[in-house]
């Protein structure tokens, strides 16, 4: 227990939770990636895009925000202050927002998405 007064939502809960928030914001590309049984950092990852550094410190606020006043989650964000690519880390949902030059040049998402079915040698 993390010494909160209530017990935590599942995963799918703060996963729709947190759809629901980057839709509200106008969030672009939203990618959600299930990692249960790849990982056990996290259950789900989501990547999606921002149009401007102020846009994504605006969404990485309101995500945090939402998640604390409804399920009081207490998320970890890092990289706020350039707003090139935020982490929101809310325990079984983490979050990656970029802009999407940042987001091109890293392509995380490649790096957890299920692997095209390799070609069978003749």
Not at 3 to 17: N, V
Not at 50 to 64: D, L, P
Request: glycine share 6%; proline share 3%; with cysteine.
């Amino acid at each position: 227990m993390t010494g909160q007064t209530h017990s935590e939502p599942a995963s799918e809960t703060t996963l729709a939770a947190i759809r629901n928030t980057l839709d509200d914001m106008k969030a672009e590309d939203v990618v959600q990636i299930d990692l249960r049984g790849k990982s056990a950092m996290a259950d789900y990852m989501v990547v999606c895009s921002g149009r401007s550094s102020r846009q994504i410190g605006a969404i990485a606020e309101k995500v945090a925000d939402d998640l604390k006043q409804a399920y009081g989650i207490l998320s970890k964000t890092e990289g706020k202050e350039t707003g090139d690519w935020v982490l929101i880390d809310a325990g079984d949902v983490v979050v990656h927002v970029f802009r999407p030059e940042v987001r091109e040049f890293y392509q995380i998402e490649k790096m957890w998405m299920p692997a095209p079915q390799a070609h069978k040698a003749q």
